[in-house]
């Protein structure tokens, strides 16, 4: 299995210590042959009205793009250097096979949600581009699609900071375990 990236961890740890995840697992493929797809962050807890769930891709590059670069198909030549509707068709894909693998993992979806996690996004038509993303994929497969980008991201990591700053408790997770330590400098 592969090796967490920092990205990812802070959402693991957002999921154990904020949302107060049972299970908190990284980098999950599909079984089925031939399907590449890979859950960054998958998080589930039980409450009173069900199994929550969450599934989180972590996009973590600090450039304000998604994705850059030519894809590894042969149609690059059809994006014409637009990373912005390469990263919006990426997201659809990736969001479109995490349904379906929740859909084939989990017996009841009414409490699972999609999030994706990236600390900078450039405003305008890549947020907007992906809050339509969002919307499609709710109103395709019923399944809620949170967008923690920017603003929200930040404020979610600093939540996360100030248990950091206030906590020795053990939770497992390696991110949290960095912010304990740098919250914990003297």
Known sequence: MTQPQPGEQLVGAYLRVIEQCDLVTYNQRSMEQGDQMELDVLGAKSTPEGQRIFACEVITHLDGQLYSGSPD?????DYGNDSYQYSLERITEKFER???????????????????WAPY???????????????????DHGITVRLVLNDSYTERINELRDVAGSSTKDYSETGFRYLQILEGMR
């Open 98 to 116: 995490i349904v379906s693998y929740l859909q084939g993992v989990f017996d009841d979806l009414e409490l699972a949600e999609i999030q994706l």
């Open 73 to 77: 198909t042969d149609n690059w030549a």
């Open 121 to 139: 996004v450039s405003e305008g038509y890549q947020t907007e581009g992906l809050a339509e993303v969002a919307k499609q994929i709710e109103a």
